[in-house]
């Protein structure tokens, strides 16, 4: 079984295991992607952690999302550029102290959620999130990983989440679930559909949850829970470890397998809905042949075939909060503002263009960071903007996370900010049965 470590100082063993990392993991997309900038500077506008800091009256370029792949970018070219390997042979190459480590844990791990924002407004489509995810990975291999993250890490790989829910406790809260909002969930039953939750909504949002089983069971599929797949997070894409990211995605393979599953519903989170979608295919190419939608997908899929219907307005004025991994990486971008616009007096859009509204701050694990508080406030001044150009207190959120890092840092500030469940909105405007 994996286990990550984590540790404060740094020895020159270790500085030598992070240069090679980086080194080993430079392909010809990452070279395009190191070659290709050319300090432009867009992308700092587009950084919510850069922006925050400004706001709040400081400018730190560091911030700058190109300046988070500098030291992965001085390493290619000293072992893959002629200017750099001469540089080397005359004694002016890529010298790496331990402080420059502490610093790239800053950059990769306190300020920089993965969101992609960046991405989309780099002209040469850069893709720093995987940049940034290179260095974090080389970070996790030399154990300099935000302790909060290992520690939350080695409990989803011991346990079964990274809030310590076993197999014991998840029956327990689906017990509680069914009772309190007397709802049917099936588990470990053979059927068509799995829906697999988060441990943060069976814990913190259990009503989310209550909420999906009321709709699948209002649309009439066949489906249910399983004990071997109970959990839907995959903290190893957090800390860029293809074992652990590996391994707690073979018990959702095991599990739907084992039911003959054949469409993984994925719940309200983001980097849940990337593993399972995105990653698992590459991990297992001959054996994930499952559809896998995200819980708003599937409740699009099922208002689009008449399986249920929505029949009331359940919230007055809403704005939407879109998740970065669903959203703006997975594409499901129309079909929480199509349903948000049916169940709502008024939906007002935050964002021209969707695929550029701005992450909740603690995505990529950030929430989970003690270190990273500051940052998350900072980058949460930037949504606050957002929310109040829209002139509504109510948010739309299809992250668990999301809403999670959300209303820690509008608690922190002081704002009265509501955000809402869409899976809940939606289940509490179904249509009542005749």
Known sequence: MVKLFHKEKVSQEDIKKFYNFCKSSINSEVAAYLEACVRCGLCAEACHFYMGENISGKIDPTLTPAYKADLLREIYKENYTLWGRIKKLFGFGVKIKPEDLYEQVRLAYYTCTMCDRCTKICPMGIDTPMLVGIVRGALTQIGLTPEDLVEATNRAIEQGSPLGVDTKTFLQRIDFISDEWEVEMPVDQPAEYLYIPSSIELMKYPESVAAAAKILNKSGVKWTLSTVAHEATNFGMFVQDKKVIKELLERILKGAKELGIKTIISPECGHAYQAIRFVAPNVFPKEWDFEVLNVVEFIKKMLDEGRIKLNKKVV???????????????????????????????????????????????????????????????????????????????????????????????????????????????AEALEDEE
């Open 316 to 426: 007055d004025v809403v704005t939407l909060h879109d998740s970065c991994q669903i959203g703006r990486r997975g594409g499901v971008l129309r079909e929480p503002r199509e349903i948000l616009t049916h169940i709502s007096q008024k939906f007002v859009d935050s964002v021209e263009f969707p695929e550029k509204n701005i992450c909740c701050g603690g995505g990529g694990g950030v929430v989970v960071v003690h270190e990273a508080d500051e940052h998350r406030r900072k980058a949460f001044l930037t949504k606050m903007e957002l929310f109040d150009k829209a002139g509504t207190k109510n948010v739309a959120c299809y992250c668990a996370n999301c809403m999670l890092a959300l209303e820690k840092s509008s608690k922190e500030l002081n704002r009265d900010y509501k955000f809402l469940s869409l899976v809940e909105l939606v």
